[in-house]
């Protein structure tokens, strides 16, 4: 059975190199040091896969199956270095599923809008564009994944009380 805690997970697809580990760290869904994922590695807030299971069509079982575990996908793609996704990929996620484009520190508009034809070729109708480095954009997914309830909202800090007497 699938408790809510579990189910509450975020997971990350896409092609090797496109920052999976590195989002996962940076959104403070993961302590994993982003060296190359071997396999399918579940911590308490995230599912993080290894590219070449979204590469190798027979390792796609893994991803639906584990797609379970998960409120939220984030389908990953890397604008450096083209790569097809395949159609409508998100129809055997078995979660809600959007679209990153991520290192958008490093390419021009014209690579960006390519990277994300891809992911609305693959299925979502949301995508966000972002730097796992520079944090542009961070604060946008930030704010769906919160209304996903995938992460929790911001700590409200009270003002420090005045002084006593
Ligand atoms: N410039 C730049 N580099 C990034 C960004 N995100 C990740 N990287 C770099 O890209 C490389 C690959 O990042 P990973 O997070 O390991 O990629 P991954 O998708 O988890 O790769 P696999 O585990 O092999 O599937 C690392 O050297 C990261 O530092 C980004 O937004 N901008
Ligand atoms: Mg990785």
Request: proline share 6%.
């Amino acid at each position: 059975m699938t408790t809510s805690q579990e189910k509450h997970k975020l997971m990350v697809i896409g092609p090797s190199g496109a920052g999976k580990t590195t989002l996962l760290k940076v959104l403070g869904m993961s302590e994993a040091s982003p060296c190359k994922t071997e396999a399918v590695c579940y911590s308490s807030k995230a599912v993080d896969t290894p590219g070449e299971f979204f590469e190798i069509p027979r390792f796609y079982h893994a991803l639906i199956t584990s797609s379970t575990k998960a409120h939220l996908v984030l389908l990953v793609a890397d604008p450096t270095r083209h790569v097809r996704f395949p159609s409508m990929f998100t129809r055997a996620i078995r979660a809600r599923s959007i679209g990153v484009v991520n290192k958008s520190d490093l390419v021009s508009e014209d690579l960006l809008l390519k990277a994300e034809a891809e992911l609305r070729r693959a299925g979502v109708s949301q995508v966000f564009r972002v730097s796992a480095v520079t944090g542009e954009g961070l604060e946008e997914l930030k704010g769906y994944m919160r209304a996903c309830g995938v992460m929790d909202q911001p700590v409200k800090t009270e003002p420090a009380p005045g002084p006593q007497g």
